[in-house]
């Protein structure tokens, strides 16, 4: 059964509604994916790829998600993306196989019904919830990247 999750009217600033939902959602893509890299690359700035395991340097992996970018309550679920190499990630389809024995391998046998039940969800995202996710990650990936002093 799908949960509803009916949400209470917010009420959004004026300043943000002048941007188009598209606009506001790349911004937080933008900074999602500095968050992922950043949180996981090692205190020199280098990642590992989820699936071929191979290195690189955070500002040349992608950020890649097992269950793809168009399924909104996914889209900024920790659990969901992971760096992943520009050749794993764009031209070998994600690697799907791959991608969910790693995703097994960290966090358990669950974690594909997990995401799978979550795929289901009632996800639509409002101006307000992307400039939020944008700050956030913002923030979060300013703070790791001076931390790691990147
Ligand atoms: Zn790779």
Excluded at 93 to 114: C, Q, S
Aim: proline share 2%.
């Amino acid at each position: 059964m799908e949960e509803i999750c009916i949400q209470q009217p917010r009420r959004v600033s004026g300043s943000i509604m002048k941007y188009k939902i598209r606009t506001l959602q790349r911004k937080a893509d933008k900074e999602f994916s500095r968050y992922v890299k950043l949180n996981q690359c090692d205190n020199s700035g280098y990642c590992t790829c989820c699936t071929c395991g191979r290195t690189f340097l955070w500002t040349e992996i992608d950020a890649g998600h097992y269950v793809g970018r168009a399924c909104i309550p996914l889209r900024y679920d920790e659990m969901n993306v992971h760096p992943q190499c520009k050749y794993c990630n764009r031209f070998r389809e994600g690697m799907k196989d791959e991608y969910a024995l790693f995703l097994i391998k960290t966090y358990g046998e669950d974690i594909l019904n997990e995401l799978h039940q979550k795929k289901y969800s009632v996800g639509k995202l409002t101006h307000e919830d992307y400039q939020e996710l944008y700050e956030m990650y913002k923030e979060k990936s300013n703070a790791l990247q001076g931390e790691k002093e990147l």
